[in-house]
């Protein structure tokens, strides 16, 4: 069956190893919108062995980690849902009070319109290829 | 200031340990729908150390498993939000194609009307409750 993250990168790709790699998306009103993506085709988390569990929320708390410093957000949203593409990702999203949904999740309620993409800052990709990188 | 989840269990206390807890959601139309609860006030995963953080994502994935064993749905949805209330609590959601939101996230737009609350079923719980008393 066609899986979108087995035929794409499904994002701007920051950063791989074997096992995984965080993208950053192109989400209006969201400039520091990010995935971790697993490389194999698995739906859940518990589908994954310990240590390849461990190793995914590895990514996943260093990607936040390197957000959290440059973007200062007003909290971070994590989630791993994968109803519509069931191949595992996580979606790591700085949240701003003025963002387009705040306080509502980014799959909730619009309560403000965003303005158009904006280009990711270089530096801030790079932080987070250099945050990596470190895994 | 006054937190919900420092003043409150937050659900139907499954379990605890000295550093966080699984409770049930009543919740209509997610009859398994739960949350693992960090104890102290603490907004983000990357604002605890690494052995809390690792502490937290073992009772995730063990309430995961517990869940999966007993329901088994069609995905589950873990996230950590906290907009609202900014104390560190993860959703654990199992999801089915005919659950009121599916396949869209629970806080997105309703589908199917749900049913009224089911009383959990006790040997989900007590299932629960074994598998975390393991950890």
């Known amino acids: 069956m066609a899986c979108e993250l087995c035929d794409n990168d499904g994002g ?3 950063w791989r190893d074997a096992r995984c790699r965080a993208v950053h998306v192109a989400e209006p009103g ?5 995935r971790v993506i697993w490389n194999a085709h698995v739906a859940e988390m518990t589908a994954l062995g310990a240590g390849d569990r461990d190793h995914c929320m590895r990514v996943v ?6 957000l959290r410093e440059r973007l200062h957000p007003d909290k971070v949203n994590l989630a791993s849902l994968g109803n519509v593409t069931p191949h595992l990702h996580w979606h790591v999203i ?5 963002d387009p949904h705040f306080p509502n999740p980014v799959w909730g309620r619009l309560l403000r319109q ?4 904006e280009t990711p800052r270089a ?11 470190g895994l």
Chains 1, 2 share one sequence.
């Open 123 to 133: 530096d801030l990709i790079a932080h987070i290829a250099s945050t990596l990188s």
């Open 12 to 14: 701007a790709l920051i």
């Open 61 to 66: 708390f260093a990607l936040e980690t390197a």
């Open 94 to 98: 700085p949240r701003f009070r003025d």
């Open 114 to 117: 965003p303005a158009a993409v």
């Open 30 to 34: 969201y400039p520091g919108y990010c």
